[in-house]
């Protein structure tokens, strides 16, 4: 299985704004330090706004932030609502099958099974787990608090 591109970047996002979670971030930032397109990030922002996920502040010194502490985000619980197809092969799917051993192996349930142990290991994981090397993921980004100016200084 692999990821959607979709996804990748929402976890990049989120991965990003847990860092530097006590200021906001701007997509314009954000898809400067990744190099990834402005407009697909807006509407990966916009997904992961509507799940709950991210929360936008709309003005001049506007910008994005987690809607929830991220240690109560989940990995697994990420992957599943953006990724729409998750079935290894095609006899996991919802849609008719054209193979003519579906039913007659054990392909489905081993891959079944497979599935589900990469899920329950995403959900071991919160997004607080993921950027728990704080300062070098901070270096990386190249993104400090001093950068831009604290919730408090905004309000």
């Not at 051993?101 to 997004?127: I, K, W, Y």
């Not at 901070?138 to 905004?154: D, H, K, N, V, Y």
Request: with cysteine; proline share 3%; charged share 20%.
């Amino acid at each position: 299985m692999r990821l959607t591109f979709h996804t990748d970047f929402a976890l990049r996002l989120l991965m990003s704004l847990a860092v530097v979670e006590e200021r906001l971030v701007t997509i314009e930032e954000l898809s400067t330090k990744h190099r990834l397109s402005r407009n697909h990030l807006m509407k990966v922002a916009q997904t992961l706004g509507s799940l709950g996920y991210v929360t936008g502040v709309r003005g001049r010194t506007g910008g994005l932030k987690l809607a929830r502490p991220a240690a109560t985000i989940r990995m697994g619980e990420v992957v599943r609502a953006l990724e729409d197809d998750t079935a290894l092969v095609e006899c996991l799917g919802d849609g008719p099958t054209s193979c003519i051993l579906s039913g007659a192996c054990l392909l489905t349930h081993t891959m079944s099974r497979a599935r589900e142990a990469f899920f329950a290991s995403l959900d071991e994981v919160t997004l607080a787990n993921l950027v728990a090397p704080r300062i070098l993921l901070r270096q990386r980004l190249g993104m400090s608090e001093e950068t831009q100016p604290s919730f408090a200084a905004i309000a």
